[in-house]
């Protein structure tokens, strides 16, 4: 059964309540459940695989790590708030770019150059669409000096005993929503994020083993179609 993509949300939020990663809709009832069902083991197996016990990160080492970690490269999947689910590639080169590179049949393109989060559908006829990086949640992780001990920015800091859970904002404007990032350690390593935005949405991204410190060219960051881009909120 064929899936469409919504042009009409992404995941990370906007003012508008529109959403970064593009949120696919699967046709009838009993493809939405199965997909629900799939969502399920995904997030269930992630946490199989974990060691057994381990004891609460602190914010300090967390975001000690977050500051090394400067490229790295790794699979994606990635489960909407309606339990479609949707794969690819992402490359981060911090502090500010990454890129997500969706799978066949979507085949969209996600990238920030640093300063702005550029869209690109080829199935619309949309053109690129353009947001600022500083009013989305993602930025937190891709800023230059990752500090999760300042002020408000922390609003959860849980461990379950396997996994160390941070939800995040700007402590600036709460508005543009949060991100939970979920972390495992000896070594740390972030295994996953959850979106959350103004709108109520939640978006969970579950990462494979990331691979880290390879070249990775600037030109990777060009966002296409961006002179030409209609901007949201620029």
């Known amino acids: 059964m ?12 906007t003012p508008h309540s529109l959403c970064l990663f593009p949120i696919l809709h699967a046709q ?3 493809k939405l459940r199965h997909l629900i069902l799939i969502a ?6 992630v946490v199989l695989a974990l060691p057994a016990a381990a004891e609460k990160l602190s914010l300090g080492a967390l975001s000690g790590y977050l500051n090394s970690l400067k490229t790295a490269t790794g699979e994606f999947t990635q489960i909407n708030d309606d339990g479609t689910i949707s794969t690819g590639r992402i490359l981060i080169k911090r502090p500010g770019r990454v890129r997500f590179e969706y799978d066949p049949p979507e085949e969209t393109l996600v990238v920030s150059n640093g300063d702005t989060v550029g869209i690109v559908d080829p199935k619309s006829n949309q053109g690129t669409q353009a ?35 941070v939800r995040a904002q700007d402590p600036e404007h709460p508005e543009y929503g949060n991100i939970e990032l979920v972390f495992t350690g000896n070594p740390i390593q972030l295994r996953q994020w959850v979106v959350n935005d103004d709108a109520g949405s939640r978006t969970t991204v579950v990462l494979g083993d990331l691979r880290t410190g390879m070249r990775i060219k600037d030109d990777r960051f060009v966002i296409p179609g961006l002179n030409t881009a209609r901007p949201i909120d620029r």
């Open 2 to 13: 064929r899936k469409q993509i919504s042009a009409a949300c992404y995941s990370i939020s």
């Open 28 to 30: 009838g009832a009993h």
């Open 40 to 45: 399920g083991a995904i997030a269930a197996s």
């Open 131 to 165: 947001y600022p990086l500083h009013r989305t949640p993602l930025s937190i992780i891709l800023a230059r000096n990752v500090d999760l001990t300042r002020a408000r920015m922390v609003t959860g800091h849980s461990s379950d005993g396997k996994t160390t859970t």
